[in-house]
């Protein structure tokens, strides 16, 4: 049996889990999250618990056991604390600030960027050079995050770019210089 699969997972005093057929709604006090399952794997409430169970010792069923376990986990840890991707803006004149809701990054092109959250996606920003994007939906978060790191990605000669906070950039040594003059 898949080891994650089949782990409990709590639900926590002030989380309401409704199944209705192959969809899971989880609701909690930063929001509530919608899911549809996959067919053959099916999610059980028992007390103050919700347990996967997957019908056979198919490939696909024990893949999908672990997955729907993680995913349903995820909605539950969303409702309740939320997710936070923090990122870090290196290199000189590189900035972020914020214009209503929408984020506005000088990356070093010619022109700003702007970046408009999708619904239930906030973004924090500590300093113009460190920021967080803030949700409860953990696949929406990392997905914003991965589109503004993409935005300038960080290079290996000097380091400059967006970088997930905490994130080593391997550095390369630049050109070296001339041995012996030209002929």
Known sequence: MSRIGRLPIPVPAGVDVTLDGRIITVTGPKGSLT??????????????????TRPSELKMDKSLHGLTRTLVSNMVIGVTTGYRKGLEIIGVGYRAQKQGEKLVLALGYS?????????????????????????????AVGQMAAKIRAARKPEPYKGKGVRYAGEKVRRKAGKAGKIGGKK
């Open 35 to 52: 899911r549809e399952l996959p067919p053959r794997i099916d999610v059980v409430r028992e007390g103050e618990m919700l347990l996967c």
């Open 111 to 139: 022109h700003p960027i702007e970046i408009v959250p999708p619904a239930g996606i906030s973004f924090d920003l500590e300093t113009p050079l460190r920021l967080a994007v803030v949700g409860i939906d953990k696949e």
